[in-house]
Nanobody
Framework: QVQLVESGGGLVQAGGSLRLSCAAS????????MGWFRQVPGKQRELVAR????????LSADSVKGRFTISRDNAKNTAYLQMNSLKPEDTAVYYC?????????WGQGTQVTVSS
């Protein structure tokens, strides 16, 4: 089992920045990727970004490329999502996840609200 604890998020004005953190514990040796999805009420959860834990290969949604950066600190078992130039359409609940080759584990979710 893997446990994920998210931090960060909150309310920010358009153009501002926030950083999300996701700390993993438990069977962390199985984790091969971490990242974030986000969800707006009434819509499907969408992938924002993910990073592989070994090589650090990243993948980001087109909507956040050039603005969001995902990184990880393997020594701390933590992934980070630096979000810059935030837009009102980035408002959502952001869910951290970790994948161990078999399934996804999910964090508790954190609200990001961007005011115009």
């Amino acid at each position: 089992q893997v446990q994920l604890v998210e931090s960060g998020g909150g309310l920010v004005q358009a153009g501002g920045s926030l950083r999300l953190s996701c700390a993993a514990s438990g069977s962390i040796f199985r984790i091969n990727a971490m990242g974030w999805f986000r969800q707006v009420p009434g819509k499907q959860r969408e992938l924002v970004a993910r990073i592989t834990t070994s090589v650090g290969t990243t993948l980001s949604a087109d909507s956040v490329k050039g603005r969001f950066t995902i990184s990880r600190d393997n020594a701390k078992n933590t992934a980070y999502l630096q979000m810059n130039s935030l837009k009102p359409e980035d408002t959502a609940v952001y869910y951290c996840y970790a994948h161990d080759g078999f399934r996804n584990y999910w964090g508790q979710g954190t609200q990001v609200t961007v005011s115009s």
